[in-house]
């Protein structure tokens, strides 16, 4: 396995008991949120790793006394970005939007009720950022319950496959003139977080047949910021450097 592949397991071991379907709305938030913010540092460190030295969020003594994810001035608000890499001289360079389906509705038994939501959400993140940072690379990530891959019935199909349709328009973003509420790469995870052994597939979401490994997933996105930056970086080996 790769570093990052250890990182997002070690991450996903870390978390609670996940909460039953029917638990309280209260519960189910937390345990979500705990997981968006655990996947976040995980992300940022193998980003880190990459040459991003000052990719938050951070371990507190990471990057000084504070580590926590950033807050920046968007086009349409200010807003808090799951993982950013931000310098002086270029502002914002890679933003990462984490977002998470963990839990069954309580009506229709599947996932699919909270997916236009969270694409929303995505949405008017990729929106706001690229507004603001138009040559930034913007990355989103939604993790699905691995209980979304089989939640289909006679009528519809599973969460996961509806998935694929419902995002792919909103992926590929080539030119910083471009659509702003589009991202560059746009990436679902099918997820089994259980404590003892979390498992997860990963996949761009203009292609539901073929998994990606992490480790090419932020090979790409490294090679982007580079290409978007190329008087400041260049990618060697997945790895940024200053030129």
Same mark, same amino acid.
């Given at each position: ?22 638990? %309280?709305?209260?519960?189910? @938030?937390? $345990? ?5 913010? /655990?996947?976040?540092?995980? *992300? &940022?460190?193998? +980003? ?55 839990? %069954?509705?309580?009506?229709? @038994?599947? $996932? ?5 939501? /969270?694409r929303g959400?995505? *949405? &008017?993140?990729? +929106? ?20 979304a891959s ?37 990436y679902l ?55």
């Amino acid at each position: 396995m790769s570093r990052i592949d250890d990182l997002l397991i070690a991450a996903l071991r870390a978390l609670p008991p996940k909460p039953a379907d029917g638990a %309280r709305q209260a519960d189910k @938030k937390a $345990y979500s949120e705990a997981m968006s913010a /655990r996947i976040a540092v995980a *992300l &940022a460190s193998e +980003l880190r790793g990459r040459g991003m030295n000052e990719t938050r969020p951070a371990q507190p003594g990471v990057l000084g006394l504070s580590g926590a994810e950033r807050r920046l001035a968007g086009g349409i608000g200010a807003k808090k970005v799951d993982v950013t890499w931000a310098t002086e001289e270029s502002g914002l360079l890679l933003g990462v939007s984490i977002k998470t389906i963990n839990f %069954r509705d309580g009506r229709s @038994k599947n $996932y699919q009720k909270n997916l236009t939501n /969270r694409r929303g959400d995505m *949405l &008017a993140e990729a +929106l706001t950022l690229h507004r603001r940072f138009p040559y930034a690379v913007v990355a989103g990530f939604l993790f699905l319950d691995i209980g979304a891959s089989s939640d289909a019935t006679q009528k519809r199909k599973s969460t996961f496959a509806n998935a694929f349709p419902r995002l792919r328009l909103f992926t590929g973003r080539q030119d910083p003139a471009g659509r702003d509420e589009q991202f560059e790469r746009l990436y679902l995870v099918l997820v089994d977080a259980s404590p003892r052994r979390p498992v997860f597939e990963c996949y761009h979401v203009s292609d539901a047949k073929v998994q990606i490994a992490l480790a090419d997933v932020m090979d790409e996105l490294v090679g982007l910021v580079a290409e978007r930056s190329f008087d400041f970086y260049e990618a060697d080996d997945g790895i940024v450097h200053r030129v």
